[in-house]
Nanobody
Framework: QVQLVESGGGLVQPGGSLGLSCAGS????????MGWYRQAPGKQRELVAV???????NYNDSVKGRFTISRDNAKNTVYLQMNSLKPEDTAVYYC???????????????WGQGTQVTVSS
């Protein structure tokens, strides 16, 4: 059984920083892209940042220059460092990964359980 477990998140003041991590566990053969999405109340889920297995990154324009995505392939873990946080960054953040389990000839999209990030004074 494959799962993604997130950690981090919480309450932070505007201008502050917060870090998220998401670790894959279980019967993982390989992982392609890993990323972070977020969903604010009343809004659709949107891509925040994505990183390929080779380290190529892509960011939502709203977070460029403030957020940094990285990964540790040996640990099957993706990170999101969030700096200069704004109230509009408040949302539930979900990690996502394209994972090929052992014994399975294709990749599937897996999601973490979500973690709340609240930016407020």
């Amino acid at each position: 059984q494959v799962q993604l477990v997130e950690s981090g998140g919480g309450l932070v003041q505007p201008g502050g920083s917060l870090g998220l991590s998401c670790a894959g566990s279980g019967s993982i053969f390989s992982i392609n892209a890993m990323g972070w999405y977020r969903q604010a109340p009343g809004k659709q889920r949107e891509l925040v940042a994505v990183i390929t297995s080779g380290g190529i990154t892509n960011y939502n324009d709203s977070v460029k220059g403030r957020f940094t995505i990285s990964r540790d392939n040996a640990k099957n873990t993706v990170y999101l460092q969030m700096n200069s946080l704004k109230p509009e960054d408040t949302a539930v953040y979900y990690c996502n990964a394209d994972i090929r389990p052992y014994g399975v000839p294709r990749y599937y999209a897996y999601w973490g359980q979500g973690t709340q990030v609240t930016v407020s004074s």
